[in-house]
């Protein structure tokens, strides 16, 4: 893939306040992304990818700036300029947003259910200050580019199936031509057989228009099959990155290898043995001390609870938050998640 950058991440975070009491004060904060830092390269599909609560759908609302991050920066870079997002004014978002788009994960509340289809396509362009006679062209020429009739334009979201209110939804994002896209773990809430068809959508949509993605999604199967560098997150931080195959064949993080340990595979001759991680996952509003994951990792030592690690390059642009990365070998031992989060998790 081409190295030229399109979004730079740097030393991200985003920390919710706790208040209780009769005065509603504030007790604590929610460290929902705590440092996080990453480069999406033009025209590549960065999977982002955890547990449930591990802060990934924070950072793709932060990348828009639908929540306001607490620190860092968020650069975009058009052929224009360059935005720092974090700090832009209300003017210059207005020119991010043509630039960069989300999509949402629920097609059936961000949709509003009052609009016919042809109204909701065109907010963006309405919002962007087009006529609404060029903007209803826009609409029925982007229609069957994500497989959709001509008269579905005049239809209400409750007359469309799940995946047609996602294609819908998908048709909304593009509209702009943005040539950047965050899609919000945008297959979940469809059915199975609905999810390759996205799927295979958003990846001839990427070929034709020349995209960029930050895909977030709890099917590692899926993002293996759609991403080319995958960000593993844990607690609001990032563990681990680097490519499709070094992530899936060379995992250096523990907790990386329990995500992949924790997909069903379908075979019913497979018999490997795994073993769970013990411990339950730490409240972000205290996390442990050292490595956040010293209290669930089967090879933790002293100096992980005591010392956090930095995230280290492992050579080729893999990058790994462990003190012990180079020594450990997570070939022969397979470790997976409880039960009772693993369905989240893959």
């Known amino acids: 893939m081409p190295d030229t ?3 730079q991440v740097e030393n ?31 025209g590549e599909c960065v999977g982002l990818v955890g547990e449930s609560g591990c802060g990934k759908t924070t950072v793709a609302r932060c990348l828009l700036r639908l929540v306001e991050p607490d620190q860092g920066r968020i650069l975009l870079h058009s052929e224009q300029q360059t935005f720092d997002i974090a700090s832009a004014s209300r003017k210059e978002m207005l020119d991010v947003r ?6 949402f994960q629920d097609p059936f509340s961000s949709l509003d259910p009052r609009w016919r289809v042809t109204d909701v396509i065109a907010e963006p362009l309405i919002a962007q200050k ?54 919000d773990e945008p297959v979940s809430a469809l059915d199975v057989s609905v999810r390759s068809q996205i799927i295979n959508l958003l990846l001839d949509l990427q070929s034709q228009m020349n995209l960029t993605y930050v895909f977030i999604a709890h099917d590692l199967s899926i993002v293996k099959h759609i991403s080319h560098r995958i960000a593993v997150m844990y607690l609001g931080r990032l563990v681990e990155l680097g490519t499709t195959q070094q992530v899936f064949e060379e995992c250096k993080h523990p907790y990386t290898k329990a995500l992949l340990a924790s997909v069903l595979i379908p075979d019913p001759t497979h ?6 991680l013990e411990g ?9 001390s050292g490595c956040h994951f010293s209290t669930r990792c089967p090879f933790a030592q002293e100096q992980c609870s005591a010392e956090e690690p930095d995230l280290r390059d492992m050579g080729n642009g893999h990058l ?7 020594d450990l070998d997570l070939s022969e031992g397979v470790f997976a998640l409880p039960l009772a989060t693993s369905s989240a998790s893959a």
């Open 98 to 103: 043509r630039q960069m788009q989300i999509i």
């Open 271 to 276: 018999r490997e043995q795994s073993y769970v």
């Open 130 to 183: 087009i006529g609404r006679a060029e903007a209803s062209r826009r609409v029925l020429e982007i229609l069957p580019t994500v497989g959709l009739g001509a008269h579905f334009a005049d239809r209400f979201p409750h007359e469309l199936s799940g995946g047609e209110r996602q294609r819908v939804s998908i048709a909304r994002a593009l509209v702009v031509s943005p040539p950047l896209v965050v899609a």
């Open 320 to 326: 790994v938050r462990c003190h012990f990365a180079e």
């Open 5 to 7: 950058p399109i979004l």
């Open 12 to 42: 991200l975070s985003k920390f919710f306040p706790v208040q209780r009491g009769l005065f509603r004060r504030t007790v604590g904060h929610v460290k929902a992304v705590n440092d996080v830092t990453f480069t999406v390269n033009k």
């Open 280 to 288: 339950e996952v730490p409240s972000p509003l205290n996390p442990p």
